[in-house]
């Protein structure tokens, strides 16, 4: 753009030198009309109680620690699209079923039920590097696992994460929240496991509607989803 406004005060030396921002919006409507093509994202507007997302993110980069030894672990990590609730477990290994299954079972307790409709990304990644009949297995468990619940399945196109971002975005807040939380802390170095849970628990609480700190409206969110909830007949 400041290429094209030196060269029109080159050719015409007696324009006025305000004309910048009025080039930039022509610039841009030019550009609307005759450029390239753009993908069109519609807004996501959320029905209270409808959508939960399960995700694991990689948390290696965090540099934790169990007496001494470095810990090779990720994030199993669930969101409620409508009121930003999030609940987060330590995975040790890969993104298993059992990891998906134990994270989504205790992820949604303070709602008191289930949302209608869970999503992922890619749950393909819990039947990686299986044999097929092991493959339809895993998938056969996943769906007695929804089943159980009432909740339907659905998952994004591949490749098209902005349809996850619910969760997506939510990763790079939660990393940074546990990232400042342990510069706090003065060591990333853990007595046990069980204690480095319990401070990914604390974290996680203080950014949830649920907390003293959250704002009014996403309380007033959180309420709104606790109604809507799929009542379950689980116990613990």
């Not at 093509?37 to 169990?66: C, K, M, N, W, Y």
């Not at 609730?85 to 709602?111: C, I, K, R």
């Not at 929240?177 to 849970?197: K, P, Q, V």
Request: aromatic share 6%; net charge positive; charged share 30%.
């Amino acid at each position: 753009m400041i290429g094209v406004l030196d060269e029109l005060r080159r050719r015409h030396p007696d324009l006025k030198a305000n004309i910048r921002r009025t080039l930039e919006r022509r610039i841009h409507a030019w550009r609307v009309l005759n450029g390239p093509e753009q993908d069109v994202i519609f807004r996501q507007e959320h029905e209270r109680g409808r959508l939960g997302l399960s995700d694991f993110t990689d948390t290696s980069a965090l540099g934790v620690a169990i007496a001494g030894e470095a810990l090779d672990h990720r994030l199993y990590h669930f969101g409620l699209a409508f009121s930003g609730f999030e609940h987060a477990h330590v995975v040790l290994g890969g993104e298993s079923f059992v990891a998906l299954a134990e994270g989504l079972q205790n992820a949604p307790w303070p709602l008191g039920g289930v949302p209608r409709e869970h999503r992922s990304d890619s749950l393909s990644a819990s039947f990686r590097n299986l044999a097929a009949d092991e493959r339809e297995d895993q998938t056969q468990r996943y769906a007695a696992l929804m089943g159980h619940y009432g909740m339907t399945s659905t998952r994004n196109n591949a490749g098209i994460a902005h349809e996850n971002g619910s969760i997506e975005s939510a990763h790079g807040h939660l990393k940074r929240a546990l990232e400042d939380a342990l510069l706090l802390r003065g060591t990333r170095d853990f007595a046990s496991l069980d204690a480095y849970r319990a401070f990914v628990d604390e974290i996680v609480g203080r950014r949830n509607p649920t907390s003293s700190s959250g704002s009014r409206s996403r309380r007033r969110r959180w309420r709104h989803c606790r109604k809507a909830a799929r009542p379950t007949s689980r116990r613990r």
